[in-house]
C-alpha cells in the first residue's frame, strides 16, 4: 500500500496523542497533520452495526458504561466519547464505520480497519466490513488487520483484493514467512519486538510491515531510516516532520 520507498505515517486511532481516539475530529485532524493514513478499532453493536472503538466495553473512552455489543448503534450514538478532552467544544460520538469510509472516499488517506473481534467473535464482522469497503471503492485504500488470526483468513477468502496483516504482540520466528503463510501482504508488529534482521528480510521478501505503537523520537527515527513500510503512531505530526528530516 503506498509508495514503497518512503515510509508512510498511519495516525493511530486518528491522532490520539490531541484528541478523542477513534472519534471523527481525531481521523481529521490527523488529516490536517498530514499523516499518509489512519488505523482505527471496529467493534459490532447488538443490531448489526459496525462501530468504531477500541475497547469491547464503552467504559474507558465515553460517559457510558457496558459492553458495545449490549447497545444498539442509536444508543450508543447518543453517548459522549470525549473523554479525557472534555474541554474540547462540543460532544463527539461514537463513528459508525460507514461514516468514516464515507469521510475517507473524498481524501486521499489510506485506513488500515482493525477487526476487534478477538475476545468476541462478531458473526458477521468480515462480510460486513468488506461489503462497506467494496459499496466505496476503497479496495485499493484498506488494510485489513488483527489479533484474530482467524478472521484475518476468513477476510482473504472473502476479499482476496483487499490487503491483510496480522496484529503481532511476540516476536514469533520468521513473521515474514508466517505473514506470506496467510495470503497476508505484511504484518503489523508491536514495535519491540522488531530487530534489524527482521525488518531487513521482511523487505527483502516483498513483506510490508507496520509497527505499532511508534511514539517516541528515536524509534520513529529508526524505522524511517531502517526503511519499515509505515510507523502506527499516536502523534502524526511528530512523524512526519521527523521523516521531513531525515530526507
Ligand atoms: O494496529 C496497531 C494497534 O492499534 C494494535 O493495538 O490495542 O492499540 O488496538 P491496539
Ligand atoms: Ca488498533
Keep these: 500500500m503506498g509508495c514503497e520507498d518512503m515510509t508512510e505515517i498511519f495516525a493511530h486511532r486518528g491522532y490520539a496523542a490531541a484528541y478523542p481516539e477513534n472519534t471523527m475530529i481525531s481521523f481529521q485532524e490527523a488529516e490536517k497533520a498530514r499523516a499518509d493514513g489512519i488505523e482505527l478499532d471496529v467493534q459490532m453493536t447488538n443490531d448489526g452495526e459496525l462501530v468504531v472503538i477500541h475497547d469491547e466495553k464503552v467504559d474507558r473512552t465515553t460517559n457510558g458504561t457496558g459492553y458495545v455489543r449490549d447497545y444498539s448503534a442509536s444508543q450508543l450514538r447518543k453517548l459522549d466519547a470525549r473523554y479525557k478532552f ?67 483468513v476468513r477476510f482473504h477468502q472473502l476479499a482476496p483484493n483487499i490487503e491483510t496483516a496480522p496484529l503481532l504482540t511476540d516476536g514469533i520466528y520468521m513473521p515474514w514467512i508466517y505473514a506470506a503463510s496467510i495470503r497476508a501482504k505484511g504484518f503489523h508488529p508491536h514495535h519491540r519486538t522488531l530487530q534489524d534482521d527482521i525488518i531487513d528480510a521482511s523487505k527483502r521478501s516483498g513483506i510490508r510491515l507496520r509497527p505499532y505503537t511508534v511514539n517516541k523520537e528515536a524509534a520513529m527515527e529508526r524505522f524511517i531510516r531502517r526503511g519499515c513500510s509505515a510507523i502506527i503512531t499516536d502523534d502524526p505530526a511528530k512523524g512526519v516532520a521527523i521523516r521531513k528530516e531525515i530526507k
Design 86 to 152: 472534555g474541554d474540547l467544544p462540543k460532544s463527539e460520538r461514537i463513528p459508525l464505520l460507514e461514516e468514516v469510509l464515507e469521510w475517507l472516499a473524498e481524501t486521499a488517506l489510506v485506513c488500515n480497519i482493525e477487526l476487534k473481534n478477538g475476545i468476541f467473535p462478531y458473526e458477521g464482522m468480515e462480510e460486513k466490513v468488506a461489503l462497506l469497503i467494496r459499496q466505496r471503492n476503497l479496495e485499493n485504500r484498506i488494510i485489513i488487520s488483527s489479533f484474530n488470526h482467524y478472521s484475518i
